[in-house]
């Protein structure tokens, strides 16, 4: 089997990947693409031949190639069903699948590298701003999750007692906002599950300082 992972230490779309890899099992050789060094090696010729949208996570195996991290997720869990990152019920993998969603794709992306550099070199915005900019819409993401664990049974992660693609996405969003320094104690729900995702290896390992291209 031959995979690959381009990967970068600090997305949070290809820390998602790397837990999933590991809650699985799955060994992937890392191709490096470093987001910032000269302008961003995600720009140049190659790597835009591998994804036209030039963002990481791309997963490589055996000829097929995906991008955009749930749909790697999903991918996985379908090629590799041991260790399941969806649940058995209908609804809680409806579940599973609204908490990634809500997270990858409307918190994440308002406070990606390249809508910040947009705000700040485009737009003009200053860092205070900016930073205002990232703590308001992480904080009202987080808020929706935080809601939504409260108000169901408790468990030790997001949907039931073992980890699902919904952790796979709270755990790097979770690890963005301490990067912000955004204030998480409203938060105590996700915060538990946060702590019991911490505590397996496959979260632990994939953490962006365990990373080889760590900075």
């Known amino acids: 089997m031959n995979r690959t992972l381009h990967t970068y230490f600090r997305s ?27 302008g961003g090696e995600q720009f140049g010729e190659a790597f835009r031949a591998l994804n036209p949208q030039a963002l ?9 190639q995906i991008s955009q991290s749930l749909a790697i997720m999903e991918y996985l869990d379908e090629a590799y069903p041991t260790v399941p990152l969806l649940p058995k019920a209908l609804a809680d993998r409806a579940l599973v699948r609204q908490l990634s969603l809500g997270i990858a794709c409307d918190v994440h992306p308002l406070n990606n590298l390249r809508v910040l550099k947009y705000l700040t070199t485009t737009l003009g915005a200053s860092e205070d701003a900016k930073s205002a900019w990232i703590h ?8 929706a999750v935080e809601a939504e664990l409260a108000r169901r049974p ?57 990373q080889p291209d760590a900075e």
Request: with cysteine; net charge neutral.
């Open 12 to 38: 949070s779309a290809a820390y998602r990947v790397r837990i999933a890899l590991n809650l699985k099992g799955l060994t992937a050789q890392h191709v490096f693409v470093h987001l910032t060094r000269q």
């Open 56 to 64: 990481v996570p791309v997963l490589s195996e055996d000829g097929v």
């Open 136 to 143: 308001h819409w992480i904080a009202l993401g987080l808020q």
């Open 154 to 210: 408790a468990s030790r992660f997001c949907v039931g007692d073992v980890p699902t693609m919904a952790d796979c996405c709270l755990v790097p969003q979770v690890f963005s906002a301490q990067r912000f320094n955004v204030d998480l104690s409203g938060f105590p729900c996700a915060m538990k599950v946060y702590a019991n995702c911490q505590a397996l290896d496959a979260f632990a390992d994939a953490q962006p300082s365990r």
